[in-house]
């Protein structure tokens, strides 16, 4: 079989990849901007309690996880461009109603705002889309340059978000991510490219046959729990810390960004060498649950020393560069433990538990607030992520292999099945499974000693 250019990636790829990315952020940049300002905004307003900010800051994260996986199916019946446009209008709806309820001081009809934000659940979709504008080969750097849009989308949300509060305020933040999801509508239509073909991918979109199989895989569930809980802990911290850092610290809130901007920075940069440590000397477990260890110690010291802004600075320092670490750490876990057929399956299932934590943890943080004041929210996350920390030490060691994919045209099953044995055969490949109907095969390789020339001798020219 002869490739067309397999190594190569082509234009239209490139061009596809940074389009969606730029969607993926403009949207993620909307949810994000509030965090680090929105309780400093709602404790003024009359007659509302720290349980209902802490919902209407994690509220978006319920209507994520119910409809993201049923909007990505939908899109295979539909389109992907009418399912991304349909989640983006609703998520400009829910942005001016949560704009038109700030200005008349109603904290439910922000609660009502967010949870439309939520439901604008495109991510899938765009995924999908992705995956119908790529060839196999290429499908992991895409979906790495979308992915990757996720954490610099936070990290500019957490220093933006304090600085437009001063200039616009909070329904200026409101009406700019409304314009967001506006400007997200036009890259759709007058950048991205249209696909020709659009069908199910395995290894981006949920397949309702495989849920049993994942949802009973114990280590598959650990990785569950872990996004879970880390972004209860995130969005739970985000209920107390802004107001801890105005109000105990004694830090103006226009100044709040001074500690979010280094805080990031330097956890970002923290963070490095221990990716490189867990993947090129392989010690992806010992990492992994020493970044849990860090993520409970920095929320331990927030419980202890949240008076002192010096306290709070290093704290935050340890919880970003524990946080970025296992934010990059724990979708290659699920890349190494799922199926390579159920990858899709999995990785859906995964983001639907992050976005449940996160309203689980506004809703449990706004809670906490209320009863216990700051202490009990710091409490409560160390206690969470040290239970986590449990769960995560009977992790197995991971066998570190990648996710590879070859396009190998149409084939029956019978020639599918020979072709997979015939695939394993290769050195580095520890799992292939052939799907006929989906025209690919589906590699669990070691990319320190896989052979992908020989690889590729068996990928065929996807038809125009």
């Not at 949810?31 to 309690?49: D, N, Q, R, W």
């Amino acid at each position: 079989m002869t490739s067309s250019n397999p190594e190569m990636i082509f234009a239209s790829e490139r061009r596809s990849a940074f389009s969606l990315a730029s969607i993926y952020s403009f949207r993620m940049l909307g949810l994000f901007m509030i965090l680090p300002v929105f309780s400093l905004y709602a404790h003024g307003l009359e007659g509302v309690t720290p349980t209902m900010i802490g919902l209407a800051i994690g509220i978006y994260g319920l209507a994520q996880a119910i409809l993201q996986i049923p909007f990505g199916m939908l899109s295979d019946r539909v389109g992907r461009k009418p399912i991304i446009t349909l989640g983006l209008v609703i998520f400009i709806i829910g942005s001016v109603v949560a704009a038109i309820a700030t200005h008349a001081h109603s904290i439910v009809g922000i609660i009502i705002g967010r949870a439309l934000q939520g439901g604008g659940a495109v991510g899938s979709a765009v995924l999908a889309l992705a995956a119908d504008l790529t060839r196999e080969e290429h499908r992991l750097k895409v979906m790495a340059i979308i992915g990757t849009t996720i954490g610099v989308s936070f990290s500019v949300a957490m220093i933006a978000g304090p600085l437009l509060n001063s200039w616009i305020g909070l329904s200026g933040i409101f009406w700019l991510i409304a314009v967001l999801g506006l400007a997200g509508i036009g890259v759709l239509y007058l950048w991205v490219p249209t696909p020709k073909h659009s069908r199910l991918h395995r290894d981006t979109q949920a397949v309702p046959a495989q849920f049993k199989e994942v949802l009973y895989d114990t280590q598959l569930l650990r990785l569950n729990l872990g996004i879970f809980t880390m972004h209860l802990v995130l969005t739970a911290l985000f209920v107390a810390l802004p107001v801890a850092l105005r109000d105990v610290a004694g830090l103006p809130a226009a100044h709040h960004w001074y500690v979010y901007l280094p805080v990031m920075a330097v956890g970002f940069f923290s963070m490095i060498p221990f990716i490189i440590i867990a993947e090129k000397k392989r010690r992806m477990k010992q990492i992994f649950a020493g970044a849990i260890a860090v993520l409970a110690l920095a929320n331990l010291s927030l419980f202890e020393f949240h008076g002192s802004l010096s306290a709070i600075v290093i704290a935050l320092w340890l919880f970003f560069a524990a946080f970025n670490l296992l934010e990059a750490t724990l979708p290659s876990l699920i890349s190494k433990m799922a199926p390579p057929q159920s990858k899709g399956t999995a990785m859906g299932i995964y983001s639907s538990s992050q976005f449940l934590g996160i309203f689980v943890g506004g809703w449990a943080g706004g809670w906490m607030f209320q009863h216990h004041s700051y202490s009990g929210v710091f409490l409560f996350c160390a206690g969470m992520t040290f239970l986590w920390l449990l769960a995560a030490l009977t992790m197995r060691n991971p066998r570190y292999l990648s996710t590879f994919l070859l396009n190998v045209g149409d084939i029956d099953r019978a020639k599918a099945q020979a072709l997979g044995v015939e695939l394993a055969q290769i050195p580095g490949v520890a799992e292939a499974v052939v799907i006929p109907e989906d025209r690919v095969a589906y590699l669990k390789v070691d990319n320190k000693v896989v052979d992908k020339e020989a690889l590729y001798a068996y990928s065929v020219a996807t038809p125009d």
